[in-house]
């Protein structure tokens, strides 16, 4: 049974740092593609980064490219989102994802998601 549990949300204040987790079990981390996804109040569901199960390439979202970065540890089943200098517009629910397929950053053709983690920038 494919299952993702985040943790690592929590209130920072803008310019601080977060680094989410994502223990993944049913699966390996190779075998699928994985990434991290977010909403906020109001707004749709977008895509933060996530990794390739067909070579392992990894991709951002535009608004959190040179600030996030996205790594896994293969030993440990886990998939890490590092965010950096975080602005008020970051805060959302993040959410990691996995699909058999690779599906990019289109969250809407992810089956398996975790419950989520809140991260909440604000001074």
């Known amino acids: 049974q494919v299952q993702l549990v985040e943790s690592g949300g929590g209130l920072v204040q803008p310019g601080g740092s977060l680094r989410l987790s994502c223990v993944v079990s049913?699966?390996?981390?190779?075998?699928?593609?994985i990434g991290w996804f977010r909403q906020a109040p109001g707004k749709e569901r977008e895509g933060v980064s996530y990794i390739s199960n067909t070579d392992g390439s990894i991709f951002y979202g535009t608004s959190v490219k040179g600030r996030f970065t996205i790594d896994r540890d293969r030993t440990k089943n886990t998939l890490y989102l590092q965010m950096n200098a975080l602005v008020p517009e970051d805060t959302a629910v993040y959410y990691c994802?996995?699909?058999?397929?690779?599906?990019?950053?289109?969250?809407?053709?992810?089956?398996?998601w975790g419950h989520g983690t809140q991260v909440t920038v604000s001074a």
């Open positions: 994802a996995a699909e058999q397929h690779d599906y990019g950053l289109d969250w809407s053709l992810y089956n398996y």
């Open positions: 049913g699966f390996t981390l190779d075998s699928y593609a």
